[in-house]
Nanobody, 124 residues
Framework: QAQLVESGGGLVQAGGSLRLSCAASERAFRTYTMAWFRQAPGKERDFVAAISSSGGTTNYADSVKGRFTISKDKSKNTVYLQMNSLKPEDTAVYLC?????????????????WGQGTQVTVSS
């Protein structure tokens, strides 16, 4: 069983930055691919980024490439999502997820564990 707890969301102006954190249980952190998804009101949950258990492979949605960076800190069992050049369309609840598969998995049913989410609001 993996426990995932997100933090770091908030309100930011367009063009600004935020860093989200996902604290994971040690076993999950060392074993699973970790990912970020987001869900805007009335919309489906969409893949944002993923990182392999080793940290050596990352995968990004086209909509965030060049603006968002996923990383992990092994000493803290924490995965980060650095979000730069934020746009109003980035507004959503951001959720951390874990899967035993590869970071090329981008579909919700492919992920086994989920956090509760953290709200990110980007004002224009």
């Amino acid at each position: 069983q993996a426990q995932l707890v997100e933090s770091g969301g908030g309100l930011v102006q367009a063009g600004g930055s935020l860093r989200l954190s996902c604290a994971a249980s040690e076993r999950a952190f060392r074993t699973y691919t970790m990912a970020w998804f987001r869900q805007a009101p009335g919309k489906e949950r969409d893949f944002v980024a993923a990182i392999s258990s080793s940290g050596g492979t990352t995968n990004y949605a086209d909509s965030v490439k060049g603006r968002f960076t996923i990383s992990k800190d092994k000493s803290k069992n924490t995965v980060y999502l650095q979000m730069n050049s934020l746009k109003p369309e980035d507004t959503a609840v951001y959720l951390c997820a874990a899967t035993s598969g590869s970071p090329w998995r981008v579909l919700v049913p492919q992920y086994d564990y989920w956090g509760q989410g953290t709200q990110v609001t980007v004002s224009s």
